[in-house]
């Protein structure tokens, strides 16, 4: 007498993906714990006196490749909506939108190249230490404008979802042969708005970093940071796997809100040394704020820097409050 053997069905994976999506979410947790642990690491492991140069240099580096790395996934999220949906029609829509991609990077750096031209020109008639204190507060106004749009959530119901609106314009018109140019460029145009955006954010926030530290540890962030973009986008395009990009948003995101008091404090030095604030120590905290807080978090026992880093801390907090708040009230109604 023969027995059948029942018949066991594999675990339920998502398409396109050949690990379960449980574990696919431990790997990643474990991922970030390991990178939060290297950069603790290397915030705790500075000895008590170090050079100043040097380590601003390194704690620089890491804070290009967070925003990179940042500014790379806003990318990946936008071009991952826009492609969504097309997998049925083969490359004759992705294509367009990929090229404008690849054009929108392209111009990126054609744009830094003129940035630094200009800010060379600038540096024969403008003192230094002024132009630090220029460009440093301008980065700071980018940082406060990328949190305020990601507090707000603009990237999921403005810029992504006037990208998807204009996609579907574009995918229910069928490219005949005269209008096809039209039709390719308009998918084009998707690609590339959705990374040059991002490119001009980056090209002005580096600007006083490369003013301050130099070409090297811009090399080295961009380098970590891009290389970081292409891990994810090859996952997202390539093998076709629904990474938690919110939840890599949000911790980006919060890495970028301590980067934020970084700059914050650092900007307050510079315009310090440019004497355009005055400078008042406080020696009764000189003892309780250690070495490496100043070296690598620019926290010093001084009244304006601590004053506009509270100031700063407010901000993005009530930012984020009053973002929630307001969700909280269209949900409601």
């Excluded at 054609?110 to 003192?127: F, P, Y």
Aim: positive net charge; aromatic residues 10%.
């Amino acid at each position: 007498m023969s027995t059948v053997s029942p018949k066991v069905s594999p675990p339920q994976t998502q398409p396109g993906c050949s690990t379960p999506p449980l574990r696919r979410r431990r790997w990643f947790w474990l991922a970030l714990g390991v990178i939060a642990a290297i950069l603790a690491w290397r915030i705790l492991a500075v000895p008590t006196v170090r050079p100043a140069q040097t380590a601003g240099g390194v704690s620089g580096f890491l804070e290009i490749a967070i925003l990179v790395f940042r500014e790379g996934l806003e990318c990946i999220l936008i071009l991952a909506a826009i492609t969504g949906g097309m997998s049925k029609t083969g490359g004759e829509f992705r294509r367009p939108i990929f090229s404008g991609a690849l054009g929108g990077l392209a111009l990126t750096v054609l744009t830094w190249m003129i940035a630094v031209r200009v800010l060379t020109d600038l540096g024969r008639n403008v003192s230094a230490l002024n132009l630090q204190a220029e460009t440093g507060l301008l980065a700071v106004i980018v940082l406060i404008i990328v949190m305020n749009w990601f507090f707000h959530k603009l990237y999921w119901t403005g810029w992504i979802s006037l990208h998807n609106r204009r996609k579907r314009e574009l995918m229910e018109r069928a490219p005949d042969a005269r209008g096809r140019a039209g039709w390719w460029w308009g998918l084009a145009a998707l690609g590339f708005s959705s990374v040059y955006r991002e490119g001009v954010e980056v090209v002005l926030f580096l600007q006083s970093y490369r003013l301050r530290l130099g070409d090297r540890p811009i090399a080295y962030g961009v380098a970590i940071g891009l290389l970081l973009t292409a891990m994810v986008g090859l996952l997202t395009f390539c093998a076709h796997r629904r990474l938690p990009y919110r939840r890599m948003l949000v911790f980006t995101g919060v890495l970028l809100g301590i980067v934020f008091l970084v700059m914050v404090g650092e900007q307050v030095q510079e315009m310090q040394l440019a004497h355009w604030l005055p400078a008042s120590r406080l020696p009764w905290l000189a003892h309780l704020i250690p070495n490496w807080a100043g070296l690598w978090f620019s926290v010093f026992p001084d009244a304006e820097c601590l004053l506009a880093q509270a100031a700063a801390a407010a901000v993005v907090l009530g930012s984020y409050f009053v973002a929630r708040k307001g969700g909280s009230a269209m949900a409601s109604a």
